[in-house]
């Protein structure tokens, strides 16, 4: 419904001309331009989709994995917590020139960028589901002579799922105006790409349409998320209905 009158509003803006014409087409040329121009978006759309579910996993790995050692190693989080504070804080395109420089011009780079954008919603979700596991698992666990492996597979990943997909939702939500930054920075091919090339040649419409294109992908990733976690965790879904 929200959807159906953003398109109405967009009509009637342009039907009355409160914004100029130059500036913004009609609903129904965008997605002409979307329909018509098809051949050449879809394989700048594969490349950036490609690059965002690689950053992706690798930002669920990572993610995953520094906040079970920072909780294992309290000297490792001590050491390495102020990199990845910088990571965050410092705006991604200071580091551009470095990841140039070190990765040259292309995937890495993207990834790279994907990734530091990615991991830290992923990474600070499991962190902290990670300290509100109530002690009395960790002793229990622990009195009975279970390994350090034991330990995560029976307690911490049952405790952390939450996490993980709520933190994963965030990430998802960054993933594709992270991959156009990426691209935008070391890509020759790409929805990134294509959008410079199109502002460059003032193709509005198809301008237009690849923002429409981009907005129902990220979209779609969000709701294919949310399926996965219903998959995955049915109990904390059951248990919110009850509750309501």
């Known amino acids: 419904m929200l959807i159906g009158l953003l398109h109405l509003a967009w009509y009637y803006v342009w039907k009355i001309e409160l914004i100029s014409r130059f500036i913004l087409p009609s609903p129904l040329s965008v997605y002409q331009s979307l329909l018509i121009n ?7 759309l594969m490349q950036s989709i490609l690059t965002l579910i690689c950053g992706l996993i ?4 990572c993610g995953i994995g520094l906040a079970f050692l920072f909780r294992l190693r309290e000297r490792i989080r001590i050491l390495l917590y102020p990199l990845v ?6 705006p991604i395109v200071v580091f551009a020139p470095l990841l140039l420089l070190w990765f040259g011009y292309g995937v890495m780079v993207q990834l790279t960028v994907v990734v ?3 991991f830290y919603p992923v ?3 499991i962190s902290t589901q ?11 666990i622990k009195s009975m002579g279970a390994s350090v492996w034991q330990r995560i597979h029976f307690v911490w990943i049952p405790s952390t799922l939450l996490g993980v997909f709520g933190g994963m939702r965030v990430a998802v939500s960054y993933a594709f105006v992270s ?10 091919k790409g929805i990134g790409v294509l959008l ?9 419409e198809l301008l237009y349409a690849l923002v429409v294109l981009i907005v129902s992908v990220s979209l779609g990733l969000y709701l294919l998320l949310l399926g996965v976690e219903r998959l995955v965790i049915p109990w904390h879904f059951l248990e919110k209905k009850s509750q309501n």
């Open 38 to 44: 098809r051949a050449i978006w879809w394989s700048h």
């Open 58 to 61: 690798i930002s669920l790995v």
């Open 85 to 90: 504070f910088v990571s965050q804080v410092v």
């Open 116 to 118: 530091l954008m990615c």
């Open 123 to 125: 990474f600070h979700s």
């Open 130 to 140: 990670l300290h509100q596991i109530p002690r009395v698992y960790e002793h229990v």
């Open 179 to 188: 991959t156009i930054i990426a691209e935008w920075i070391a890509s020759s």
């Open 196 to 204: 410079i090339q199109s502002q460059r040649t003032f193709n509005l």
